[in-house]
């Protein structure tokens, strides 16, 4: 079995998202909005490992989706520190970059996954 590259990247921003959240609340003191990124930026990646353990293809598209769904809530959580000042440009760009490269990834497999259930109905 090759390398998943959305296992990957999920994984990778993960733990930038564990990185941020350890930053925010030792050098930035703020614990609220931090937790926030930390739970819905780690969820992606643990929905990408559940859904490959899914027990149907409805269960595969159901995972895909609310990683997508987390990874929006990401989205909204570093906006929010990034206009609150928590963030700099150059943080906030970064790790955007790499979100928006994830959501990319999550919609085409949940798209492709939707399609193929159809073709097969």
């Known amino acids: ?15 930038r ?6 930053y925010l609340t030792e050098e930035k ?5 931090s937790k926030q990124v930390l739970k819905s930026g780690t969820a992606i990646g ?8 899914a027990e ?13 769904k987390e990874a929006h809530e990401t989205e909204y959580w ?9 963030m700099n440009d150059r943080s906030f760009q970064s790790i955007s970059s790499d979100l928006t490269e994830l959501l990319k990834l999550i919609t085409s497999i949940v798209k492709k996954a939707k399609e193929n259930r159809a073709m097969e109905s």
Not at 63 to 68: C, D, E, G
Not at 78 to 86: A, I, M, P
């Open 17 to 22: 998202s564990v990185k941020l959240y350890q």
């Open 1 to 15: 079995m090759g390398k998943s590259v959305v296992k990957e990247k999920s994984f990778a921003f993960a733990m």
């Open 78 to 86: 570093l906006e929010l520190l990034h206009q609150s000042s928590y």
């Open 46 to 53: 643990a929905l990408v490992r559940e859904a490959e353990q």
């Open 56 to 68: 149907s293809k409805a269960d595969f598209i159901h995972k895909f989706a609310i990683a997508l």
């Open 29 to 33: 003191k703020e614990y609220v909005l």
